[in-house]
């Protein structure tokens, strides 16, 4: 099975079992994330015990800081609960389809290197991902549009553009973040829990950062 085929795969999966668990009810999908919050802590202190090896006081900050930012992160989770879950399915939708495109783009086409940080990514593959962040709104258009639904995401089709552009936008930061710090760690991947992947941190590391960007965008805006 190819690399490509692996990453859809584990996408579709990934995608199951966080919609199962935000559906079934508050208490299961409080779990989830903390359990994935726990996941990720850990993958992300390997990371920090390579980097600054021997200064506990550096390690002691930076995992202090990276802990507050999951329990923000799981407060948040916990609260879109109280809205309707389409709109996290959505917000996972276009972090999905922007990894998805920048890989598939940035292999067809290649070119010339996004940043040095992460050697592998190219500027095609970044305009891909814009490209193909757009897909899920599309989807949900086409959606509304044939159940006659007058909903958000028809009402507002040409104003989340911008919006959907924007999140592709923190999900590519974010994972450029994380590889920021798995290049000063020497370490292609931060685990290897999800084939096709690496770890979790790998799959979701622009997710974590979007979720938060589209809560405080839906605060002041919405």
């Avoid at 021997?54 to 995992?63: E, G, P, R």
């Avoid at 916990?78 to 922007?98: A, E, M, Q, R, T």
């Avoid at 290197?113 to 757009?134: E, Q």
Wanted: aromatic share 14%; with cysteine; hydrophobic share 50%.
């Amino acid at each position: 099975m190819s690399n490509l085929n692996k990453r859809i795969i584990t996408s579709a999966l990934l995608l199951l079992i966080i919609s199962i668990s935000l559906f079934y009810n508050k208490y299961v999908w409080l779990f989830f994330i903390i359990i994935v919050s726990l996941i990720l802590f850990i993958e992300f202190n390997n990371l920090t015990r390579k980097i600054w090896i021997k200064q506990k006081n550096t390690i002691a900050i930076v995992n202090t800081s990276s802990l507050l930012f999951l329990v923000i992160l799981v407060l948040i989770c916990y609260d879109i609960y109280n809205k309707p879950p389409i709109g996290l399915v959505f917000i996972l939708l276009i972090c999905i389809f922007s990894d998805t495109g920048g890989y598939i783009i940035g292999n067809l086409v290649g070119g010339k290197k996004l940043t040095k940080i992460s050697p592998k990514k190219t500027i095609s593959g970044s305009i891909g991902s814009f490209i193909f962040s757009l897909i899920p709104l599309l989807i949900f258009w086409y959606y509304y549009k044939q159940t006659n639904d007058s909903n958000f995401y028809t009402r507002n089709f040409s104003s989340l553009i911008p919006v959907s552009l924007f999140l592709c936008l923190i999900c590519q930061l974010g994972d450029l973040f994380i590889s920021y710090f798995k290049r000063m760690a020497k370490v292609n991947d931060t685990g290897s829990i999800l084939p096709g992947h690496g770890g979790l941190l790998d799959r979701i590391d622009g997710v974590i950062f979007v979720i938060p960007a589209a809560y405080i965008m839906d605060k002041i805006f919405f």
